[in-house]
């Protein structure tokens, strides 16, 4: 029964784009959608309500249905719940270079399945934006941000979410953030990050404790980093990212009184990442980081880490009529090898989301049992992908993975895990984007997960994970 539902699920997405795809002839022509454009009095009203003040709402719905995303066990069986999450933003202008930046965003949840969670959580509401920025700052090519806000650095495959345990509600940091434009292609990031786990600690929530007093943010530690980043768009065709990292990781608090286990670390990162086309078809993105530092596991001595991560894209682009694109993409993240007295495993950063060239979703889930959501880690992804636009609203993705571990550090530790298989499984996805104009996306996404020898019973099922989100911006 599981099988023919996911294999219907993927026909569903793929006789979509194959209908679409059958006139193709039509994609120039066809006229721009505008019916989901909103543009009224009322609206421009909302959005300019005084001098200096811009304000903005969006909302984002989401229908989920997954099986086996978190154990790849048939024991945990089906998973069906909605999210709905409105934001409302603001920006002050207060001075010609200095702006004050708010976003409230609450996010609540309904439960269909498992049966015994079925439940309407309404949660609470968060500041996930509030800071004050300045241009040209001491009179210098310098743009300081202070307070809560978001910070993506390069592709995100280190810095992008701040908050991952309470999923993509929120990504945000707590920091100090100098961007200082060197040359005209060159900047320099210079960013103090104070982040913790319990998000009461500073702007705490409206109705924070009325529901969910045990939510937290981090994956269970309090946090202080520096980075300096380098980013070089030295030409059209070439650009090169250089990046120094230290963060120091500490359990919270908030995490002893629950009962959970966080990070005792301190981390140093030194990487880079090259990009650029090689001609009007091909181009690349190879990227490698070095951490070494010091960890402690279970509370007992600090042992040194000496840890290394890759990630690698190179894609070939058509541009023919249906913006054909195909992809092949390697990654690598250590894993600890317990018999070296070392720590191996690669130090994910604030790079704890669902990253795309890995598939959807559900790989964020299924690390869950050898660390925290979306903490992926000890692997080895050989991944292909194929994208293409049937029409100027459509696009389609598809891409499926391979992947490995790099040491079978659970072996032993973990019921599920077996003695000496390293081969995690195949990962297909699908992603189907609907998109008219600035203001409504949707997409349909199929997540399909085959395990490999690395699991054994009770783990080893097969796993899958559909959603539908749309988002309206105003």
């Not at 990162?269 to 980081?289: K, M, P, Q, T």
Request: hydrophobic content about 35%.
């Amino acid at each position: 029964m599981r099988q023919s539902m996911v294999m219907g699920l993927i026909a569903v997405v793929m006789i979509a784009a194959t209908g679409m795809s059958q006139s193709p002839a039509n994609y120039a022509d066809a006229p721009a959608a505008h019916w989901h454009d909103i543009d009224s009095d009322v609206l421009r009203a909302f959005k300019n309500p005084m001098e200096g003040l811009e304000m903005g709402l969006d909302l984002r719905l989401r229908e989920v249905y997954a099986q086996n995303m978190v154990t790849v066990s048939d024991d945990e069986g089906d998973r069906h719940y909605q999210r709905v999450r409105p934001r409302w933003s603001t920006k002050w202008t207060l001075d010609e270079d200095i702006t004050f930046n708010t976003r409230l965003t609450w996010e609540f949840w309904n439960y269909c399945k498992p049966e015994g969670l079925r439940s309407t959580d309404f949660n609470e509401a968060i500041f996930d934006i509030m800071n004050i920025q300045f241009r040209n700052a001491f009179d210098l090519p310098l743009t300081l941000t202070v307070g809560r806000q978001d910070i993506i650095l390069g592709t995100g495959w280190l810095v992008l979410d701040g908050t991952p345990a309470d999923g993509s509600r929120t990504t945000f940091f707590d920091a100090v953030r100098g961007t200082y434009q060197l040359t005209d292609t060159a900047k320099l990031d210079m960013i103090f990050i104070q982040q913790y786990d319990d998000e009461s600690k500073w702007l705490k929530p409206f109705n924070h404790g009325a529901v969910r007093d045990s939510r937290h943010l981090t994956q269970n530690q309090d946090e202080k980093a520096v980075i300096l980043y380098l980013t070089n768009n030295v030409s059209e065709n070439f650009g090169f990212d250089a990046y120094y990292m230290f963060k120091k990781d500490k359990e919270s608090g908030l995490a002893r009184h629950y009962g959970r286990t966080g990070d005792d670390q301190e981390t140093n990162v030194i990487g880079g990442r090259v990009f650029g086309n090689l001609d009007d078809h091909w181009s690349y993105s190879v990227e490698g980081a070095y951490q070494f530092g010091r960890f402690r596991p279970n509370g007992g001595e600090f042992v040194d880490q000496r840890a290394f991560g890759t990630n690698n894209k190179l894609q070939y682009s058509f541009h023919d009529e249906w913006r054909n694109e195909i992809h092949i993409g390697y990654e690598y993240l250590s894993g600890d090898d317990t018999g070296t007295g070392k720590n191996e495993r690669f130090n994910t950063m604030w790079g704890d989301w669902p990253q795309t060239q890995r598939g959807g979703d559900l790989q964020s889930y299924i690390w869950s049992a050898e660390g925290n959501t979306g903490e992926v880690s000890n692997l080895h992804r050989l991944g292909v992908g194929h994208s293409f636009k049937p029409h100027q609203n459509w696009t389609m993705a598809t891409d499926y993975n391979l992947l490995w571990a790099d040491e079978n550090s659970e072996r032993g530790t973990t019921e599920g895990y077996s003695n000496s298989g390293n081969f995690r499984g195949h990962m297909l996805t699908g992603l189907l984007t609907y998109q008219c104009c600035k203001n409504f996306r949707t997409q349909f996404l199929l997540d399909y997960f085959i395990p490999g020898g690395y699991y054994e019973t009770p783990r080893g099922d097969q796993a899958y994970f559909a959603r539908v989100n749309m988002e309206w911006t105003f």
